[in-house]
């Protein structure tokens, strides 16, 4: 049983380097992709790394608008390397058939990122490989969503030797695009039929596919990197601090009102007490976990034009904007309205 998730998950450093490489060959500067957001450029060197989901819906609220490509997360899939997917990447590599691939993808895919989840779905003649997204913004989820269904096919036609292999279909959650003049490049990508308006997100892949022997097989070398990402995951649950799962379990339920504490406790399966003590264990506190995500949130909303203080006020949990207000005053020494007005001085 997997473990629980909240808010956007994680993503894999090399799976992020992905988009960056898709917004540099769009034209955008890599620094100013970074900076908008708020990533260390450094971060992006640990290769076994890991950053919040929410740093890939920054990212991606900045570039889409800047990229001048309404299909930028289908064709990110032309970025695709064995070392996108981490050691996920390499094991299939080495695996036998697709249908090895596939039960590992499900095994190891929080390697890559928990951003979403993957099951397979057997149908009359047919093998819906379905995923599911975490992420609730209509655009940035169309992007997310494209780009993970066509770069699972770029690479499975890559380890298979065979650039001509296709789905039975694709189906897709969303939207077909408004121009309709798009759809000849998703054509050109998956060369077989695009449904949109599905009630999932999936390839449609034959039984024989699933049978589709692969390139280079090896099994000693298979089951020392499983060996090693089996070692990857037991690491993982023990890095994953409980001030990070509080801190993204907040997150998720700020809209919705300020978070009572009693809950989050309940929700890490502590009382409220325990919760306090080993989040002191950590040098940090429910308060202070509160205010600083209250206070990222609030710098970021303010860039937003189009929302109010008010509504700014209501994202972050505060039953009252002079609420928001005077814990923004406190936390940044001039109120949200200040603050948005030196922004837009310092754009003029």
Known sequence: MQDEVVGLGFISVPALMQYVRSAE???LDRDRVLQAADIRAELLVDNNGRLEGEALERLLNYVLPRCANPLFGLYTSQHIQPGSYSIMGYIAMTSSTLTEV???MIMFERLVGDMGTSSII???GAAAIVWSCRFQQPEIR???VENVLASWLVYTRWIADEPDRSPMSVRFEHDPPADRSLLKHYQQVFRCPVYFNQPHSALVISPSMLQLKLRSPDVLLRDTLEMHAQQQLKTLKENYRLSD???TLLRSMLADGSPRKEFIAQQMGMN?????????????S???ILDELRHELALRHLQQEELSIDEIGRRLGFAESRSFIRHFKGMQGVTPGEYRQSLRRHES
Request: avoid cysteine; charge should be positive.
């Open 142 to 144: 169309r992007h997310i």
């Open 102 to 104: 596939l039960s590992r």
């Open 122 to 124: 057997h149908e009359p």
């Open 25 to 27: 060959a769009a034209g």
């Open 245 to 247: 799962q509080v801190r």
């Open 286 to 288: 429910y308060q202070q």
């Open 272 to 284: 409220v007490r325990t919760l306090h003590r080993k989040l002191a264990e950590e040098e940090t």
